[in-house]
């Protein structure tokens, strides 16, 4: 009767094991793009760019994003449940005159320059859905290739 006792706690160890090493990460990285074709992409924890991403966290977690593009960019939520949301740095270019199109009103999280900074916290399990909002160009006249990629990310948090 000892063997299946030893079977049966070795069998909870590998899982436990198991389960630990599959666990989601905690934060993860998101850093916008300018690019030619398309205007907008975004790189996940330095992989290459895509226009849709996809992203595992844990309850609790959070992503910081980066707007390297040359515009400015809003992320909005588009479903799920409740985020904290904090502009953790509006750029080290706060200088450089924003060019947002007229009537366009940003929330009072969009990232206004080079290197602005969003830090979005995800307290509870669920499936999330953002998008970016493109608010107008840093700089006039940039040209680009086609039409204009419409960024979306979703978070499964577990």
Do not use: E
């Amino acid at each position: 009767m000892k063997r299946p006792v030893a079977v049966l706690a070795s069998s909870v160890v590998v899982g436990a094991l198991a389960a630990a090493s599959s666990a989601a990460p905690q934060t993860a990285s998101l850093q916008i793009q300018h690019v030619v074709r398309g205007c907008h992409t975004w790189s996940l924890n330095g992989a290459p760019d895509r226009v849709n991403q996809v992203v595992g966290l844990a309850r609790g977690g959070t992503i910081l994003i980066t707007n390297d593009d040359l515009m400015v960019q809003d992320l909005v939520k588009t479903a799920g449940p409740a985020v904290v949301i904090k502009l953790v740095r509006q750029s080290h270019m706060g200088t450089m005159p924003m060019q947002m199109r007229m009537g366009d009103k940003a929330s009072p999280y969009a990232m206004a320059h080079m290197g602005a900074q969003l830090r979005v916290t995800l307290p509870t399990a669920g499936v999330y859905h953002f998008k970016l909002v493109d608010r107008g160009d840093y700089f006039k006249n940039i040209k680009t290739i086609g039409p204009d990629n419409k960024p979306t990310l979703t978070v499964k948090v577990r």
